[in-house]
């Protein structure tokens, strides 16, 4: 499957019997929907779940004064932020102090923190299913404005939903399960 946005916009254009386009830019109502409807959809399949093939981790460095008042150091969010899934002490265990995002600045008390989050990966980089289930919800959107069929509407969201969750099986499988810890109890009852 080709995998760029144009290519992602003219199959879900296919999908409602439509003509393909040769520009998100072309002015046609085709283009002007999806050029609006794209960045949204897109941020928001990749949010859904931590997906391997969008996942960094790096390493923060502090504001030279924090963000906040009540948090000793504040951290700038790296510009293709998409969420947030974890913060790491600098021995790369989970961070037990306290933190939050305000605006564009993770905040916490601890110095040195990395951050694995899920990034505005390029569409060449998704799983398979995961492009097709963003193709569906394109053409959710198109379907309203071109086609102008609840059903349609309502079709291709429960076709992107469905979609989704395949590729959230098909990508947990990239990875082994994390292991649980071994918890003092627990340990003491395998002795």
């Given at each position: 499957?080709?995998?760029d946005?144009l290519s ?9 019997g439509?003509q ?10 085709a283009g002007?929907t999806?050029s ?6 897109m ?20 504001d ?13 969010r790296?510009?293709?932020h998409?969420?947030?899934r974890a913060?790491l ?6 961070l ?9 600045k993770i905040?916490?008390?601890h ?8 990034f505005?990966?390029?569409e060449?980089?998704?799983?398979d299913d995961?492009t097709l ?6 053409a959710?959107h ?9 059903a349609?509407?309502e ?6 939903q469905?979609?989704?969750?395949i590729a959230?099986g ?22």
């Amino acid at each position: 499957m080709a995998q760029d946005r144009l290519s992602i916009v003219n199959s879900a254009l296919g999908m409602l019997g439509e003509q393909p386009i040769q520009s998100l830019d072309d002015g046609s109502l085709a283009g002007t929907t999806a050029s609006r409807a794209y960045p949204v959809l897109m941020r928001s399949c990749l949010g859904s779940a931590p997906w391997t093939f969008a996942e960094k981790v790096v390493q923060l460095t502090a504001d030279a004064k924090p963000a906040r008042p009540d948090y000793a150091y504040s951290y700038e969010r790296p510009m293709d932020h998409v969420v947030t899934r974890a913060v790491l002490e600098a021995d790369m265990t989970i961070l037990r102090v306290r933190w939050r995002i305000s605006g564009r600045k993770i905040c916490s008390d601890h110095a040195g923190i990395w951050l694995v989050y899920t990034f505005e990966a390029p569409e060449q980089d998704w799983l398979d299913d995961f492009t097709l289930a963003v193709t569906y919800g394109m053409a959710h959107h198109l379907a309203g404005a071109i086609t102008e069929s609840a059903a349609k509407v309502e079709g291709y969201l429960a076709l992107m939903q469905q979609q989704l969750a395949i590729a959230r099986g098909r990508d947990a499988q990239q990875h082994p399960p994390e292991a649980l810890p071994m918890w003092s109890l627990v340990a003491w009852h395998t002795d």
